[in-house]
C-alpha cells in the first residue's frame, strides 16, 4: 500500500460524512490521539463475534467486509464498508462481545483505538458518550435502509439501491466517492442483492450496457451514480434500462 500522510490519514477521517464526521472536533483530536496505524492484508480478520472485545476501527483506506452471527444456518456478507467508516462501537457501547464480524476485503489502512483507551477518554468526559449514541443510532438506520431495500418488489430497482449502498455512494458517503468500485464475487452480490445469480447476470449486462457500471473479474464499479439512482427511484432517465415511468417508487438516496 502507498504511504499516506498521517494529515491526508486525519482528514478522510475527520471530514467524513459518517458520525465521526459530526462530531466535535475536541472529541475527533482526543480520540485520534490515541489511535495507532495498522495495515490490514486482503482476508485478514479484524475481529470475531467470538472474542471477548473489540477496539475501535477508523477505515482510512480500502475495504472491509462485515458478517452477522444473527440468523439460523448461513452467515452470508452483509455489507461492505470505506474510507470513513468505523467499526467495533456496537462492543464499546454494549462492554459484550462483539455482534459482528470483520475482516479485511482489501489491504486495508486502519485506525484502530484499543477499547480501553476509549473507556478511559469517556470517564474523563462522559458527555461524549452521546457520540457513540450517534453511531449507533446511525448503524440502525443503515441497517434499516439495507433491509428496506430487501422489501423492494422491482428486482432493477433492488440491485440499483444495493450497488449504491455497498459501493459507498449513499448517504453516508465513503470519504473518497469517487473510488465508486467494490470487490466481490456475483454469488457474493447476489446474495446481498437478494436475486438468483442469473438475474443478477441479466440486470448487470444491462446496467454495465445502459453505461451506469462498468464490471470486471470479482468486482463493480459504478460510472454513473445519478443514473443508478434514478433505476433506484423508479425514475424515467436516460441510461435508465427499464424506462419507467418517472414516480414509480419513493427515492431510496435521499441526502
Not at 91 to 113: D, M, Q
Not at 126 to 135: L, Q
Not at 211 to 231: M, N, T, W
Request: aromatic letters at 8%; proline letters at 6%; a positive charge.
Amino acid at each position: 500500500m502507498d504511504p499516506m500522510p498521517i494529515d491526508e490519514r486525519l482528514r478522510l477521517l475527520k471530514q467524513s460524512e459518517v458520525w465521526f464526521g459530526k462530531a466535535p472536533a475536541e472529541f475527533q483530536d482526543a480520540l485520534l490521539e490515541r489511535c495507532q496505524w495498522r495495515t490490514y492484508s486482503a482476508g485478514q480478520v479484524i475481529y470475531r463475534t467470538t472474542d471477548t472485545h473489540s477496539d475501535l476501527y477508523g477505515i482510512v483506506d480500502g475495504t472491509v467486509e462485515v458478517f452477522s452471527r444473527f440468523g439460523i444456518g448461513d452467515n452470508p456478507l452483509l455489507h461492505l464498508l470505506h474510507e470513513g467508516a468505523w467499526v467495533g462501537h456496537g462492543a464499546l457501547v454494549s462492554g459484550r462481545p462483539p455482534p459482528l464480524s470483520v475482516s479485511a476485503r482489501t489491504e486495508a489502512r486502519i485506525a484502530v483505538v484499543p477499547q480501553r483507551a476509549a473507556y478511559e477518554l469517556l470517564a474523563a468526559r462522559p458527555e461524549w458518550w452521546r457520540v457513540f449514541a450517534i453511531a449507533m443510532l446511525e448503524a440502525v438506520a443503515i441497517t434499516a435502509t439495507a433491509y428496506s431495500d430487501m422489501l423492494i418488489p422491482e428486482k432493477e430497482r433492488r440491485c440499483a439501491c444495493g450497488l449504491l449502498r455497498i459501493t459507498g455512494l449513499l448517504p453516508p458517503r465513503r470519504s473518497r466517492p469517487e473510488r465508486a468500485q467494490v470487490t466481490a464475487t456475483q454469488e457474493e452480490l447476489a446474495g446481498i442483492l437478494n436475486v438468483s445469480r442469473t438475474t443478477l447476470w441479466q440486470i448487470l449486462r444491462q446496467f454495465e450496457g445502459a453505461g451506469l457500471i462498468e464490471q470486471s473479474y470479482g468486482s463493480v464499479r459504478v460510472l454513473r451514480p445519478a443514473g443508478l439512482e434514478a433505476v433506484a427511484r423508479g425514475s424515467r432517465e436516460r441510461g435508465d434500462p427499464r424506462g419507467t415511468q418517472a414516480g414509480g417508487g419513493q427515492s431510496r438516496t435521499r441526502s
